[in-house]
């Protein structure tokens, strides 16, 4: 049967770059520059560039999605996988729309370039149904066959380009690449808004991710030399464009690549820019038609539409059904023939979504910790926070008109998904997981403290290295890492300590008043006594108390003595269970404790004291969303222990006992501890 085919994994890395390259290198560049040139002059070369850089986060964040969840959908299918499924659904809606309407965009600016060109009063419509018959035959027989016509398309293409660039590199006029910004450079955010959809030809690659062979190495690959290959071309040819022609003079074409290289070659030139336009524009409608198609699949898929479009044929295991859907939507937005319209929806649909799935890596790093990911960006969870700013931020600069059509076509997303209901179930759960994600982006956040550590011998150094440490993760959300101060009284260790962390050191013993009033309680929010020693550790803790330090720790090999510290108000850390973890979880979560670390950190036996106000208070244990890889393991009421049901209720004043890793956990704390406010 249909449904248990499926697609065949064929494509190289320079079929994959020729997906890309193919969608990126569009009539775009062919086209924009005139308008660019208008706006901001000979400054268009560096937005190009600066355009190119941006982008580069977003490119990083598909490699690594592209690569760990290679499956048919791209951006769709990451956040179906990673986020709330109504976020999911708007994601695959957003790309579906941008990726249809960026179709019709290049049907129409092929219809109108034959119409100019070849046949003198040829029909607009007539021109672009059948455009796109011709390349709905060629999808049919599968990706790979339409991959050897996009790869003879983009190759002319590409030669045309870097034989006018090259060339024309000889010919540029200083004199027209100054002034650099004759009308300011107030036009400058506004044309990188213009040129955005130029650059997100890679996320087509993904797309076609199950027809890929080896997806882990290739398609971070294929991401990254085409972008790379695509911000240096288009950086030539704007150049070449801004530097022969002057940017005044340029503005006015409708066709300012074709323009320029009539200017440089005469009649040669003109065909050549003539044949280039043509080939960019066919081979970025094939590609993003196909694209659109395996979009509505993966919708139809996953139960959005009707499961008849994620019907593949039998032969050549193509999602016949839902390529035809896109054609006829294609066709009837592309013989309308308003070429601004339907560009300006593509780029409401590609911004909207693409920041969706920037977001998404946030996610597949929070839901799913233990997933292998082939390509792994460094600098988490920054890559992903920019990425979904370099998108949404352009949102506001496009035209009033667009804006309104994208929220039009937002709310018809709406309506369709919500017309299920079990649709509706799931969003009205959206606020509880908005909520979640914000307590989670909390939770990474660390209050800067001011603590003394009294004592800088092995056990004070443990916890000095772990309250500094910058792992990406924890310094990721918090203002600084913690200011420390040490006393010690060896004048050696204290040399150590100066040259190790270059904070400062009080040379002197610890249990002296006198000594801790130097330091002054009022710059020092938690003092950590820290000796060998129960009996100076219980002076030190005592002497800082009655100073008046905000909190107090001791460290504690006898437990007999813990009851006398906490009647005093001092926080009291049992020895053999002690580590610099718990003394940093004392110190940033107040009342919870990390029991133990299992499997070197894996996973964790957290406790909790549940707080005054809490939210759990009287939920039982089932209708609380208790992360995925945690459970709660025991509950510790007036010193009996509970068995944890479904249907046992949480309690103020209870001990909950957590297991699981250790994102897990933390999340599960956040949420036993949340209070009402």
């Known amino acids: 049967m249909a449904e248990h085919l499926s697609f065949k994994r064929n494509i190289g890395l320079f079929g994959a770059v020729m997906i890309g390259i193919g969608a990126m290198m569009g009539p775009g560049v062919f086209a924009l520059p005139g308008e660019l040139a208008g706006a901001v002059g000979p400054l268009g070369i560096f937005v190009y560039l600066a355009m190119g850089a941006m982008t580069l986060f977003t490119a990083l964040n598909y490699a690594e999605l592209g690569a760990a969840i290679p499956i048919a959908g791209g951006g769709y299918s990451f956040t179906s996988r990673t986020l709330p499924k109504p976020l999911a659904f708007f994601t695959g809606w957003f790309f579906w729309i941008g990726n249809t309407l960026a179709c019709a965009m290049y049907a129409v600016i092929f219809a109108v370039t034959v119409r100019a060109y070849f046949w003198p009063g040829a029909s607009i419509p007539l021109i672009v149904v059948a455009v796109t018959l011709l390349f709905t035959a060629v999808n049919w027989r599968g990706m790979s066959e339409a991959l050897f016509i996009i790869t003879i398309m983009n190759l002319i293409e590409l030669a045309v380009l870097m034989f006018v660039g090259v060339l024309g590199l000889v010919d540029i006029e200083p004199a027209n690449l100054e002034p650099l910004a004759p009308h300011g450079y107030g036009g400058f955010f506004s044309g990188m808004a213009l040129i955005y959809v130029s650059y997100v030809g890679f996320e087509l690659i993904t797309v076609a991710a199950e027809e890929i062979k080896d997806p882990g190495r290739v398609i971070p690959r294929a991401i990254l030399i085409t972008l790379g290959v695509g911000v240096l071309i288009y950086a030539l040819i704007v150049t070449v464009m801004m530097g022969v022609v002057p940017a005044e003079e340029l503005s006015k074409t409708d066709v300012p690549f074709i323009y320029v290289a009539d200017r440089l070659f005469g009649a040669p030139g003109r065909w050549a820019g003539i044949i280039a336009t043509v080939m960019a524009s066919l081979s970025a409608f094939s590609v993003t038609l196909g694209a659109s198609a395996r979009i509505l699949y993966a919708l139809g898929r996953d139960g959005h539409f009707p499961k008849v479009l994620c019907t593949l044929h039998k032969k050549h295991r193509t999602p016949h059904i839902a390529l035809m859907v896109c054609a006829v939507a294609v066709a009837i937005f592309g013989s309308s023939g308003v070429l601004a319209l339907v560009a300006s929806i593509a780029d409401f649909g590609y911004l909207m979504g693409l920041g969706l799935v920037n977001f998404a890596v946030i996610a597949l790093h929070r839901r799913m910790p233990n997933l292998r990911r082939p390509f792994n960006n460094r600098w988490y969870p920054w890559i992903p926070l920019i990425g979904v700013v370099t998108c949404w931020i352009f949102v506001p600069a496009l035209h009033l008109e667009s804006l309104l059509l994208g929220l039009g076509l937002t709310a018809v997303g709406a309506v369709t998904y919500l017309w299920r209901a079990e649709n509706r179930a799931q969003m009205r759960a959206l606020p509880r997981a908005f909520a979640r994600m914000v307590q989670f982006l909390r939770s990474l956040w660390r209050r800067r403290m001011r603590v003394l550590i009294i004592d800088g011998g092995r056990q004070g150094r443990n916890i000095a290295d772990r309250l ?210």
């Open 468 to 677: 500094l440490a910058q792992d990406e993760l924890r310094l990721a959300f918090r203002e600084a890492q913690h200011q420390i101060t040490f006393v010690d009284e060896d004048e050696a260790n204290c040399r150590a300590l100066e040259q190790r962390y270059g904070v400062p050191i009080y040379h002197g013993d610890g249990t002296k008043q006198s000594l801790l009033t130097q330091v002054g309680k009022d710059n020092v929010d938690v003092a950590i006594a820290a000796f060998p020693d129960d009996g100076r550790n219980m002076i030190a803790a005592l002497q800082a108390k009655r100073l008046g330090i905000p909190q107090v720790m001791a460290i504690i090999d006898d437990p007999d003595y813990m009851p006398l510290l906490e009647s005093e108000g001092i926080i009291a850390i049992s020895a053999p269970w002690a580590t610099a973890g718990m003394v940093e979880d004392r110190i940033d979560r107040p009342g919870v404790a990390n029991l133990i670390n299992l499997g070197g950190g894996v996973a964790n036996l957290v406790s909790l004291v549940v707080p005054e106000g809490a939210r759990v208070h009287g939920r039982r244990i089932k209708e609380i969303d208790v992360p995925a890889d945690c459970v709660v393991a025991a509950v510790l009421r007036e010193e009996k222990f509970v068995v944890p049901r479904g249907d046992t209720a949480i309690l103020v004043g209870d001990n909950v006992v957590f297991v699981g890793t250790t994102a897990a956990t933390k999340s599960a704390r956040e949420l036993f501890s949340n209070t009402k406010k």
